[in-house]
């Protein structure tokens, strides 16, 4: 198992920036891939970025060349750095991480950490 903590979401106006941090309580080397998701009210939560265990990225490709999810080993911790936010980018960002033991995907969820975003 695994337990998840994110943190730097707040308030920023259009055109800022914010970083998110998801600190694991465990050793993110030995988690098979680590990813940010989000949900805007009466939306479904989707994917805006994850990354494996060896490094390999994914992307939600309306926010490619604005987000940029990254990771510290030593830090067991995942980033999302979000520049020129937008509006519609307000949401509750969430990050989720994927433990595959044997065949089956085991998937960890944060709490979650408001961003919103004022034009």
């Known amino acids: 198992q695994v337990q998840l903590d994110e943190s730097g979401g707040g308030l920023v106006q259009a055109g800022g920036s914010l970083r998110l941090s998801c600190a694991a309580s465990?050793?993110?080397?030995?988690?098979?891939?680590m990813g940010w998701y989000r949900q805007a009210p009466g939306k479904q939560r989707e994917l805006v970025a994850g990354?494996?265990?060896?490094?390999?990225?994914v992307y939600a490709n309306s926010l490619k060349g604005r987000f940029t999810i990254s990771r510290d080993n030593a830090k067991n911790t995942v980033y999302l750095q979000m520049n020129s936010l937008k509006p519609e980018d307000t949401a509750v960002y969430y990050c989720?991480?994927?433990?595959?033991?044997?065949?089956?995907?085991?998937?960890?969820w944060g709490q979650g950490t408001q961003v919103t975003v004022s034009s």
């Open positions: 990354i494996t265990s060896d490094g390999s990225t």
């Open positions: 989720k991480a994927t433990i595959i033991i044997e065949v089956h995907a085991h998937d960890y």
């Open positions: 465990r050793s993110i080397s030995s988690i098979n891939a």
